[in-house]
């Protein structure tokens, strides 16, 4: 499944952070302040603490955290609680995760932002802390471009989930090729009972996995000794994340139907019933639109499933008459920024409407030799 990330953080915020350094305020006349300790907490799921020890010689104005996500460039500002007595100060700021979601297994970059009486500023070194999910025992296995986190799973089946991840991007990077790679961060649950603990309410409860490409982080139930389930959920989270590493660009990103039906191709298994579903529905007049999946997949499960077999049937056929240069092609389209019209028609040369005409009367045709002689 591939989850969108939209930054919440206001303009205002933004502004508020911006200003924090005034235009007057020069490195060398900037106030001493001296660290003891500065340290983040997570208490999962609700919020992160941060806290401050720090001595100066200054009067404090006020005291802020900022902080972003992952490799992320947009910051986040938080005031925090001071208190200063003589030349000691402590603060303390809270993140809260349940108003603000933010999506469990990632590392925030944060430091402090000191504001002395004179509106000079001094911020401290940044830092990183892991918003992790506290209630497991988490191990760490890092391969090729992957690092993998589990909890209560044999050896053996840890380095098969590390094996199967190192093949998904080696092979997601050669289909994709994308100018650059980031390591990608897999926290693999026991249990959908497990994994639903970390989701935003009001999220799809068949969701069985969630894939954050901005982030870098994959999160996915795979029970121990599943290898089936390793097989189908891994290389088609992977496909997500180098997908959008490939045609990363500030315009456009691609189609939901493109990015789950190359991610539905990438997996093993799982996809032995689409056909028939496609077929069954556009028999029944009610197969849904490629132009209505580009943003978002149904919420309904059964519309939901229908969604992926046909962004499985509509992307295979383009790697069958086109080959992987065609889907090279629609990824160097997105990775110019192109609309959404405009990337089917600049790879595949013609509209997004000839393409759904094109691929229905395939998937008629191949209803009719597969129900054969009458």
């Given at each position: 499944m591939r989850t969108l990330?939209?930054?919440?953080?206001?303009?205002?915020?933004?502004?508020?952070?911006?200003?924090?350094?005034?235009?007057?305020?020069?490195?060398?006349?900037a106030p001493v302040l001296s660290v003891i300790s500065s340290n983040a907490e997570a208490d999962f799921p609700t919020d992160m603490q941060f806290d401050l020890k720090a001595t100066t010689g200054e009067q404090v104005d006020s005291i802020d955290l900022v902080y972003r996500e992952a490799?992320?460039?947009?910051?986040e500002l938080l005031p925090a609680t001071f208190k200063q007595s003589g030349n000691d100060v402590s603060a303390d700021a809270g993140a809260d995760f349940t108003v603000n979601f933010l999506p469990v297994g990632i590392d925030l970059t944060y430091h402090w932002a000191i504001t002395f009486d004179d509106q000079s500023v001094f911020e401290t070194d940044e830092e990183a802390a892991t918003w992790i999910d506290s209630r497991f025992d988490w191990k760490l296995a890092k391969g090729t471009g992957v690092e993998i986190y589990s909890y209560d799973r044999s050896q053996s089946f840890v380095d098969y989930m590390v094996k199967s991840s190192e093949e998904a991007v080696v092979a997601m990077t050669a289909l994709y090729q994308p100018e650059s790679t980031f390591p990608i961060r897999i926290w693999a649950y026991e249990s959908g009972k497990d994994y639903a603990g970390t989701l935003a309410a009001n999220s799809q409860e068949w969701s069985a996995g969630s894939a954050y490409p901005d982030l870098q982080v994959i999160q996915a139930v795979i029970p121990?000794?599943?290898?089936?389930?390793?097989?189908?959920?891994?290389?088609?989270?992977?496909?997500?994340?180098?997908?959008?590493?490939?045609?990363?660009?500030?315009?456009?990103q691609p189609a939901t139907w493109i990015?789950?039906?190359?991610?539905?191709?990438?997996?093993?298994?799982g996809v032995e019933d689409?056909?028939?579903?496609?077929?069954?529905?556009?028999?029944?007049?009610?197969?849904?639109?490629?132009r209505s999946l580009i943003s978002s997949f149904p919420y309904d499960s059964d519309e939901a499933r229908l969604a992926y077999a046909e962004s499985y049937s509509a992307t295979g056929y383009i790697s069958d008459r086109w080959g992987d240069?065609?889907?090279?092609?629609?990824?160097?389209?997105?990775?110019?920024?192109?609309?959404?019209e405009d990337v089917i028609e600049t790879a595949?040369?013609?509209?997004?409407?000839?393409?759904?005409?094109?691929?229905?009367?395939?998937?008629?045709?191949?209803?009719?030799?597969?129900?054969?002689?009458?």
């Open positions: 990330r939209l930054s919440w953080v206001s303009l205002s915020l933004w502004l508020s952070l911006f200003a924090l350094v005034p235009s007057h305020t020069v490195a060398q006349s490799n992320l460039d947009t910051l121990d000794g599943s290898k089936s389930e390793v097989d189908r959920v891994l290389p088609h989270e992977v496909s997500h994340q180098i997908l959008h590493m490939a045609t990363l660009n500030p315009f456009n990015d789950e039906g190359l991610a539905t191709h990438a997996q093993i298994g689409y056909p028939a579903i496609v077929s069954d529905a556009l028999a029944g007049g009610d197969l849904l639109s490629l240069d065609g889907v090279r092609a629609i990824v160097r389209a997105y990775r110019e920024g192109n609309s959404q595949l040369g013609m509209t997004l409407d000839q393409l759904q005409a094109a691929w229905t009367a395939s998937v008629e045709a191949q209803s009719r030799i597969s129900a054969g002689p009458r």
